[in-house]
């Protein structure tokens, strides 16, 4: 488990992404973005039971608000699953990094639309994960 000095600095370099990556795009959620970036920090770097150069990841994590993909992609890139120079892709025409994140995206398990239909693939996913 990191310490909180590591974290701080994670998140510190993710926020200059996002705001590299909003400021190139010249579209974009600043404030979403900026809001979660310490808790997607923490969960990927030490919480979440994740392995990107396997690809194996124990733990899901399911972004309802997906206005804040900035930070879903820079956390991501931060552990692996995102090339760094791809971020400065973000919104653009021929991209994979899209405004919303997309399950197209490796390290990416549910693409995200309407908060309340996060809700109800969550409550699926737990239920079938509990029957196995």
Do not use: Q
Request: glycine share 6%; aromatic share 8%; with cysteine.
């Amino acid at each position: 488990m990191k310490d909180t000095k590591d974290l701080a600095k994670i998140a510190n370099e993710a926020r200059k992404d996002i705001v590299k990556m909003i400021y190139n795009a010249k579209s974009g959620h600043p404030g979403g973005s900026l809001s979660c970036v310490e808790i997607l920090v923490c969960l990927y770097h030490s919480i979440m039971d994740i392995d990107c150069k396997k690809d194996e990841r124990i733990d899901k994590f399911i972004l309802s608000k997906g206005h804040a993909a900035p930070a879903y992609y820079a956390v991501l890139s931060s552990v692996g699953y995102i090339p760094k120079e791809d971020l400065i892709t973000l919104r653009k025409v021929d991209s994979y990094l899209e405004g919303h994140p997309t399950n197209k995206i490796k390290g990416i398990d549910s693409s995200s639309g309407s908060l309340r239909t996060r809700s109800i693939y969550c409550k699926w996913y737990g239920t079938c994960k509990k029957n196995i």
